[in-house]
């Protein structure tokens, strides 16, 4: 929400954390944390003195909701399983909707990084977001599989 925020304002424009909390009813302390490491990411860019704040430090139809998500260390987990890396999700042992859930959770990146600033700010409809990373169905069939198939992109 404050990414989106902040691009409202425009390409160039700066704006004050304080300024952004009051809109967004966000904590001025949680912002200064997300900013800090926004920043560390080349998101955006801090401007001292009188009227400073932050702004974009490339145009928002560049910056994915993805990168925003990943620059904040905000996980797109979809279960408690630690990875393949550490021993198992259950007992030692991978758990029966592992894969599941990896594939979910990587369809949800894919359509984060499908959606920028600029189509918030825009209000283009997520659906238009979901076409961009999903082909459309062929004619006659449904969601993209034929009937009583399962898909698996």
Not at 6 to 31: C, D, F, K, N
Not at 131 to 146: D, F, K, L, S
Request: hydrophobic share 40%; proline share 4%; with cysteine.
């Amino acid at each position: 929400m404050a990414m989106a925020d902040l691009a409202t304002a425009g390409q160039g424009a700066v704006e004050s954390l304080a300024s952004i909390s009051a809109r967004q009813h966000i904590s001025l302390p949680y912002l200064e944390q997300l900013f800090a490491k926004l920043r560390r990411a080349g998101l955006v860019d801090s401007m001292r003195g009188p009227g400073g704040g932050y702004r974009l430090a490339r145009d928002s139809s560049q910056v994915t909701l993805a990168e925003v998500m990943a620059a904040v260390d905000e996980p797109v987990k979809m279960t408690r399983c630690a990875g393949e890396t550490r021993g198992g999700c259950v007992a030692e042992h991978r758990c029966l909707t592992h894969d599941l859930w990896r594939s979910l959770g990587n369809h949800i990146i894919a359509f984060l990084d499908g959606v920028t600033l600029a189509d918030i700010v825009d209000n283009r409809s997520a659906y238009d977001a979901l076409r961009a990373v999903q082909p459309a169905p062929e004619a006659g069939e449904p969601h993209g599989g034929r009937e009583g198939e399962a898909v698996t992109r």
